[in-house]
């Protein structure tokens, strides 16, 4: 799965996140499989995956999430939902 990084959706997340944590989200693809894959690719809904914690730790052993990060993230998430859901964020 790939969506632009133009798309609705990531330019929502990156200022969410600027928002909620002062700086540019790292942007990158990743290996591995989601339902986001469900959503992009069958019912056409461009989707962006997005977590606390490090990447590199997760779904192994050692994976952790800090309580902040965790704050931090649903944060991100509030603010993504009111800047598409408001229209000020318009389709490219």
């Known amino acids: 799965m790939e969506i632009s990084r133009d798309s609705k959706i ?51 052993t050692e994976e952790y999430v800090n309580i902040a990060d965790l704050v931090d993230a649903a944060k991100v998430y509030v603010v993504t939902a009111v800047e598409v859901c408001s229209g000020r964020i318009k389709d490219s």
Request: no cysteine; charged share 20%; aromatic share 8%.
């Open 10 to 60: 990531v330019r929502a997340l990156s200022k969410a996140f600027k928002y909620v944590r002062g700086g540019n989200p790292e942007i990158a693809g990743m290996s591995g499989w989601t339902d986001a894959s469900l959503l992009v690719n069958r019912a056409k809904i461009p989707t962006a995956v997005f977590g606390p914690g490090p990447v590199i730790k997760a779904h192994t």
